[in-house]
T-cell receptor, first 114, second 107 residues
Framework: ETGVTQTPRHLVMGMTNKKSLKCEQHLGHNAMYWYKQSAKKPLELMFVYSLEERVENNSVPSRFSPECPNSSHLFLHLHTLQPEDSALYLC?????????????FGPGTRLLVL | TQLLEQSPQFLSIQEGENLTVYCNSSSVFSSLQWYRQEPGEGPVLLVTVVTGGEVKKLKRLTFQFGDARKDSSLHITAAQPGDTGLYLCAGVVKLSFGAGTTVTVRA
């Protein structure tokens, strides 16, 4: 138990669906992250939030829309996804948004796009 | 983009054997982190190495940071089934991850 929870743990969706991934951290951290993990590829940082403000967006397609309503919660809204978007989506948090800070990861949401 | 290459990609050994996995880059990092990710879980930080040439030990795990701070290795002595997992290295200036080494330790 890392103090970061993600729901759902598994998600199957069609290309025309709209769904949302949820992440919650119980660590009192100020920074939260979304990563994409595909087989045999490095973790890809998608978004970084610091105190509810987006501070980094790494050329992620607009079909992924993040939302950070407060410092404990982070959402990833999904719409009109493609099969190549199938992956494990990991949320993480850290005390501050500095790369040297230890990041605590949630267990991930395994997404399959049909 | 700072590319980190990890080798081997897969490693399967018998319980009690030793193993070494490598993390290499052409970039210099201010520090380097090692994570282990077990099936169905997110990565968990094992160690951060900061100084060129630094060696850190965590029970049966030994981590080394190269003198030029471009590469690192992880050595596991007398591996146990509980060591099974995906080992990821991540280099810091801007945190960049390698693709990982999947280690399976057979009982």
């Amino acid at each position: 138990e890392t103090g970061v929870t993600q729901t759902p743990r598994h998600l199957v969706m069609g290309m025309t669906n709209k769904k949302s991934l949820k992440c919650e951290q119980h660590l009192g951290h100020n920074a939260m992250y979304w990563y994409k993990q595909s087989a045999k590829k490095p973790l890809e940082l998608m978004f970084v939030y610091s105190l509810e403000e987006r501070v980094e967006n790494n050329s992620v397609p607009s079909r992924f829309s993040p939302e950070c309503p407060n410092s404990s919660h982070l959402f990833l809204h999904l719409h009109t996804l493609q099969p190549e978007d199938s992956a494990l989506y990991l949320c993480a948090s850290s005390q501050d948004p500095h790369p040297k800070e230890t990041q605590y990861f949630g267990p991930g949401t395994r997404l399959l796009v049909l | 983009t700072q590319l980190l290459e990890q080798s081997p990609q897969f490693l399967s050994i018998q319980e009690g054997e030793n193993l070494t996995v490598y993390c290499n880059s052409s970039s210099v990092f201010s520090s380097l982190q090692w994570y282990r990710q077990e099936p169905g879980e997110g990565p968990v930080l094992l160690v951060t190495v900061v100084t060129g040439g630094e060696v850190k030990k965590l029970k049966r795990l030994t981590f080394q940071f190269g003198d030029a701070r471009k590469d690192s290795s992880l050595h596991i002595t007398a591996a146990q089934p509980g060591d099974t997992g995906l080992y990821l290295c991540a280099g810091v200036v801007k945190l960049s991850f390698g693709a990982g080494t999947t280690v399976t330790v057979r009982a």
